[in-house]
């Protein structure tokens, strides 16, 4: 008889199970969900104002008329009955032929007694405004309908309710040229000009409106200040004017950087060893370039570069910010202070979430930019970032960059061969700037 030993548990396993249960309110009674499928002809209306601002309380009655392409089926309309209105509403349903007509819409009633929730089918509307022509008096009372106008008022909205598609074409057009400057009404008691009640009635429907496009114009602005990496000067007129580096680096910084020991390394043919294989590949050529402002460029991506490896894996898949000691010995070098501003401006309390390392990423790629001409070979920072090819391509093409494999003469310039160029390619910063649009899905493709 052979004894059966018990597989002892793996430590992952206990990690899994909770120390202690979590108590859930079991007080509440659940709430009932039932979808009413068949319907009477009366059901819910989902309606929207284009342009317009709809009053609160205002009654509409239902009228029927028959559809145009169809002598037994018939379709409701909505009018407004209101004598103190200056505008005149009707609520019509979506065409048949209209893509948003594919849509179904529901509205769920809740009934808190019963704790019941009802999905009842709904119908998509639009609601459309029409000034009145005819005049009020001051009481809100019309004149007398014997009048020609109320005549004329009255069939014109007959004719928008129940009117051909060119018969109503033709009194928009009346009621549009009725509302100018030629129309307005002059006060006795001084020079300056007013609008009629029906125009009046229309801005001020309209500026509502307007406001609203207004802030979402500001909400769109903030998402666009939201995102990471350095922003682009769109009225700029040269390349090199839509990343500055005194923006990108930071004027402060960019004074504080010290490139004299690499000065005087390469003049004397002494070694630059780096962490980094953008910077060693390039170090050389950039400082016998005597230009300053490049070589502070490199170096400031080299410290960059090794901010990012001063990060090790953390909770929950956030890198955390090692000890101090290991923070001085891989930016060996570099002042406290300098450090400290990078430590403010690419990390979060110790932290580098995605926000943070796109922001570092972004920014790497914006100075590699900038030290080789607005033309990078996008494979040492590959290396060095620790990306594949389609996501440095991808930080590239967000900051307006085209992608291109390296030509020929390339090749032979950087000593590779055919077989030897995968993962490498161009990032080019050239007019016009093409920026990443976000992906649509072919649900919202669809919608539109």
């Known amino acids: 008889m052979t004894e059966t030993k018990k597989r002892k548990r793996s430590h992952a396993e206990h990690q899994e199970r909770p120390a202690k249960r979590v108590a859930f309110d079991s007080s509440t009674a659940p709430i009932k969900v039932?979808?009413?499928?068949?319907?009477?002809?009366?059901?819910?209306?989902?309606?929207?104002?284009?342009?317009?601002?709809?009053?609160?309380?205002?009654?509409?009655?239902?009228?029927?008329?028959?559809?145009?392409?169809s002598?037994?089926?018939?379709?409701?309309?909505?009018?407004?009955?209101?004598?103190?209105?200056?505008?005149?509403?009707?609520?019509?349903?979506?065409?048949?032929?209209?893509?948003?007509?594919?849509?179904?819409?529901?509205?769920?009633?809740?009934?808190?007694?019963?704790?019941?929730?009802?999905?009842?089918?709904?119908?998509?509307?639009?609601?459309?405004?029409?000034?009145?022509?005819?005049?009020?008096?001051?009481?809100?009372?019309?004149?007398?309908?014997?009048?020609?106008?109320?005549?004329?008022?009255?069939?014109?909205?007959?004719?928008?309710a129940f009117g051909t598609k060119k018969a109503r074409k033709a009194i928009r057009a009346i009621t549009e040229n009725a509302i100018s400057p030629s129309k307005h009404l002059t006060q006795p008691s001084s020079s300056q000009s007013v609008l009629d009640p029906?125009?009046?009635?229309?801005?001020?429907?309209?500026k509502a409106s307007a406001t609203s496009a207004l802030a979402q114009e500001e909400i769109k602005q903030a998402a666009e200040d939201a995102k990471p990496g350095p922003k682009p000067n769109l009225q700029a007129k040269t390349v090199a004017e839509v990343y500055p580096l005194e923006e990108v680096v930071g004027l402060d910084t960019l004074k504080s950087l010290t490139v004299r020991d690499w000065q005087d390394n390469v003049r004397d043919g002494a070694d630059v060893v780096t962490s980094s294989r953008y910077v060693s590949g390039r170090l050389v050529q950039v400082v016998k370039s005597e230009e300053v402002r490049k070589i502070k460029a490199l170096k400031y991506l080299l410290l960059l570069v090794q901010?990012?490896?001063?990060?090790?894996?953390?909770t929950k898949r956030v890198p955390k910010l090692g000890p101090k000691k290991n923070v001085e010995a891989v930016m060996k070098g570099t002042s406290e202070e300098l450090?400290?501003?990078?430590?403010?401006?690419?990390?979060?309390?110790?932290?580098?979430?995605?926000?943070?390392?796109?922001?570092?990423?972004?920014?790497?790629?914006?100075?590699?930019?900038?030290?080789?001409?607005?033309a990078t070979d996008v494979y040492d920072l590959s290396q060095d970032l620790r990306l594949e090819p389609r996501?440095?391509?991808?930080?590239?093409?967000?900051?307006?960059?085209?992608?291109?494999?390296?030509?020929?003469?390339?090749?032979?310039?950087l000593s590779l061969t055919k077989a030897q160029a995968s993962g490498h390619g161009i990032a080019r910063l050239v007019f016009p700037l093409?920026?990443?649009?976000?992906?649509?899905?072919?649900?919202?493709?669809?919608?539109?």
């Not at 979430?353 to 920014?363: A, I």
């Open 198 to 206: 029906a125009a009046a009635a229309v801005l001020d429907l309209m």
């Open 71 to 160: 002598q037994r089926s018939s379709e409701i309309l909505l009018h407004s009955a209101a004598a103190q209105s200056k505008i005149d509403y009707t609520v019509q349903y979506q065409e048949s032929n209209s893509t948003e007509s594919l849509l179904n819409h529901y509205i769920g009633i809740y009934d808190p007694e019963t704790q019941h929730i009802q999905l009842v089918p709904a119908r998509a509307a639009t609601i459309r405004g029409t000034p009145r022509s005819d005049t009020v008096n001051e009481s809100g009372a019309e004149e007398d309908p014997a009048s020609i106008f109320q005549l004329l008022s009255a069939r014109s909205n007959l004719g928008l």
């Open 307 to 314: 901010w990012y490896h001063c990060f090790k894996p953390g």
């Open 434 to 448: 093409k920026f990443l649009e976000p992906k649509i899905s072919r649900d919202q493709k669809r919608r539109r």
């Open 34 to 69: 039932s979808f009413v499928s068949e319907v009477e002809e009366w059901v819910p209306v989902v309606a929207t104002s284009p342009g317009l601002t709809f009053p609160a309380g205002m009654s509409l009655k239902p009228y029927k008329k028959l559809r145009r392409n």
């Open 391 to 413: 996501q440095i391509r991808t930080l590239f093409t967000h900051l307006g960059s085209t992608f291109s494999r390296p030509t020929a003469a390339q090749l032979d310039k």
């Open 339 to 374: 450090r400290n501003r990078i430590k403010e401006r690419f990390s979060e309390d110790n932290m580098l979430n995605k926000w943070h390392t796109s922001n570092l990423h972004l920014y790497i790629c914006t100075l590699a930019l900038i030290i080789d001409d607005f």
